[in-house]
């Protein structure tokens, strides 16, 4: 029997930042280039300068972070953590990123290819100065490859592919 998603969800927030250890700047729209990365942001294929730049990664070219994780921060280690500090490039509501390792979405008009679950780093709290790393372990968004790029927007719809 094959299941069908009927989920759909928006992308909620969108940040990039050009450098590692630099704030995340909020952006209205971002651009989606594929099999690179995202236009201006520090792991972009060819200009990385990432923290984690010397270790490149083909399925790290877009980064997911429910928004649902960040009220579940707050709830149960009473951390408040703005969309901007996860360091991730899109925050999502309303979509399942635990279970879409392997699986193709759409990001507006854009494809992905879920590659695997990120996972939070000690990096996060020298940045930070909170305590995040143990409440982000299990919730620390979705790594994905681009396949079909372009233009994506704030409000965006995500949905499977």
């Known amino acids: 029997m094959t299941v069908t998603p009927t989920w759909i ?4 927030h969108l940040h990039i930042t050009p450098r590692a ?36 990664e083909d399925g790290r070219q877009i980064t997911l972070f429910e ?10 280690f009473k951390i408040d953590m703005p969309p901007e500090e996860h360091r991730r490039n899109v925050t999502t509501r309303g979509v399942p990123l635990n279970h879409l390792v392997g699986r193709r979405l759409y990001l507006g008009d854009c494809l992905l290819e879920a590659t695997r679950l990120s996972f939070p780093c000690r990096h996060i709290e020298e940045i930070l ?24 927007r704030v409000g965006d719809s995500i949905r499977p592919a």
């Open 9 to 12: 969800g928006l992308a909620t």
């Open 21 to 56: 250890f630099l704030p995340m700047q909020a952006m209205e729209e971002i651009t989606l280039v594929p099999g690179k990365g995202i236009a201006g942001d520090r792991y972009m294929i060819g200009i990385e300068q990432g923290f984690y730049s010397d270790k490149p």
């Open 67 to 76: 928004e649902e994780a960040l009220a579940c921060i707050l709830r149960d």
């Open 129 to 152: 100065d909170k305590a995040v790393f143990d409440p982000m372990v299990h919730r620390s968004g979705l790594n994905c490859r681009i396949l079909e790029g372009g233009t994506v």
